[in-house]
């Protein structure tokens, strides 16, 4: 199996920058499709970025999109969250995932691996 362990996650002022690793463990890992949800209080999972390693390809939420960059350093199977700009509304639980069948989904219910969450909060 695989494990995911995220990290980066802190307190930032609005308009500021965090980053996000998400270290991974286990077979073929350089060969899943990595993603990154979030979780606000009372709310449902929702997805943020993905990344396809064997396509290169990457795809974003509206809500996110030109202020989050998703990427992965594939020497060592981690894949980072560059946030910048963030808002109040980005404050979040924000979790790692990872697609066996690489195809980079939206959907969070086509992921087979999650690690445990990192806590963003902007708040000034």
């Known amino acids: 199996q695989v494990q995911l362990v995220e990290s980066g996650g802190g307190l930032v002022q609005p308009g500021g920058s965090l980053r996000l690793s998400c270290a991974a463990s286990?077979?073929?890992?350089?060969?899943?499709?990595m993603g990154w949800f979030r979780q606000a209080p009372g709310k449902e999972r929702e997805f943020v970025a993905a990344?396809?390693?064997?396509?290169?390809?990457?795809y974003y939420a509206e809500s996110v999109k030109g202020r989050f960059t998703i990427s992965r350093d594939n020497t060592k199977d981690t894949v980072y969250l560059q946030m910048n700009s963030l808002k109040p509304e980005d404050t979040a639980v924000y979790y790692c995932?990872?697609?066996?069948?690489?195809?980079?989904?939206?959907?969070?219910?086509?992921?087979?691996?999650w690690g445990q969450g990192t806590q963003v909060t902007v708040s000034s």
């Open positions: 995932a990872a697609d066996r069948l690489g195809s980079g989904s939206r959907n969070s219910a086509e992921y087979d691996y």
């Open positions: 286990g077979r073929t890992v350089s060969r899943y499709a």
């Open positions: 990344f396809s390693w064997s396509t290169g390809n990457t």
